[in-house]
C-alpha cells in the first residue's frame, strides 16, 4: 500500500540554524501539507500547496518558514532560522480524491529538536 | 470547519466492540464526515469518511444519524493496536482544505 515517507526520522539543531525537512508524498495526490505537533499539544496545520504554489497557510507559516517540491517526488519544509519553540514533530501529507471528498494520508513525522 | 463534540476518554475490553461517537450540529449539506486516529508516537491515520449513507472499510464502520448531527465510529472488534486518540473532523469542503483536529477521544484498550 502507497505511504507518505520523511526523512529523518529525528533532527537535532542549534538555535538559529536552517534545517531543511523532506516527505515523499503519495505518488498520484495532489495536495500535499505540512503539519505540526508541540509536545502534548494538538496537531495543528501549517501550509498547503497544490500545483507548485502554496493553497492555503496558517498564521504559524511566518516568514522564516518556505515549502518546495524541487522535483516530481519530494516536498521539503525550510526552517530558515530555527527557534526553540519550533521544537516539535513535523508531520507531512498528501490528500487523494476518494468517493466525493480528499483524505488526507500522512507520514510518521520528524521530530525536530532545536537546542 | 463545523464544530465537532467528542467525549474526552473512552475505554473497552479487548475483542468487544466500541462505539465512538461525535456530535456535529451544525453540519451543513455538503460536509462530509472524516474520522483519523493518532496511535502513539505515530502520525495521524485516516480512518474512514462518510456523507449520508453508513460505511464500512477494513478498518471500521461509520454510523452516520438520519439528520446527520452526530455519527459513530464503530471498531467492531477492539485490539490493543486501537488504543489511540481518535478525530472526528469536518473539514471544509474545497479542494485541499485543511484537517482542524481538536482534543479527540482517547481510546483505552484493556486487555
Known amino acids: 500500500e502507497p505511504e507518505v515517507t520523511q526523512t529523518p526520522s529525528h533532527q537535532v539543531t542549534q538555535m538559529g540554524q536552517e534545517v531543511i525537512l523532506r516527505c515523499v508524498p503519495i505518488s498520484n495526490h495532489l495536495y500535499f501539507y505540512w503539519y505540526r505537533q508541540i ?8 501550509v498547503s500547496f497544490y500545483n507548485n504554489e502554496i493553497s492555503e497557510k496558517s498564521e504559524i507559516f511566518d516568514d522564516q518558514f518556505s515549502v518546495e517540491r524541487p522535483d516530481g517526488s519530494n516536498f521539503t519544509l525550510k526552517i530558515r532560522s530555527t527557534k526553540l519553540e519550533d521544537s516539535a514533530m513535523y508531520f507531512c501529507a498528501s490528500s487523494g480524491f476518494d468517493r466525493g471528498t ?14 | 470547519d463545523a464544530k465537532t ?12 466492540p466500541v462505539h465512538l461517537p461525535c456530535n456535529h450540529s451544525t453540519i451543513s449539506g ?3 464526515i472524516h474520522w483519523y486516529r493518532q496511535l502513539p508516537s505515530q502520525g495521524p491515520e ?6 449520508t449513507s ?6 471500521a464502520s461509520l454510523a452516520i444519524a438520519e439528520d446527520r448531527k452526530s455519527s459513530t465510529l464503530i471498531l467492531h472488534r477492539a485490539t490493543l493496536r486501537d488504543a ?3 478525530y472526528c473532523i469536518l473539514p471544509r469542503e474545497t479542494s485541499g482544505s485543511r484537517l482542524t483536529f481538536g482534543e479527540g477521544t482517547q481510546l483505552t484498550v484493556n486487555p
Request: hydrophobic fraction near 35%.
Open chain 2, 54 to 59: 453508513n460505511v464500512n472499510n477494513r478498518m
Open chain 1, 39 to 46: 509536545l502534548g499539544q494538538k496537531v495543528e496545520f501549517l
Open chain 2, 5 to 16: 463534540t467528542q467525549p474526552n476518554s473512552m475505554e473497552s475490553n479487548e475483542e468487544e
Open chain 2, 30 to 32: 455538503t460536509d462530509y
Open chain 2, 46 to 51: 485516516y480512518v474512514i469518511h462518510g456523507l
Open chain 2, 84 to 86: 489511540a486518540v481518535y
Open chain 1, 102 to 115: 480528499w483524505s488526507q494520508y500522512f507520514g510518521p513525522g520528524t521530530r525536530l529538536t532545536v537546542l
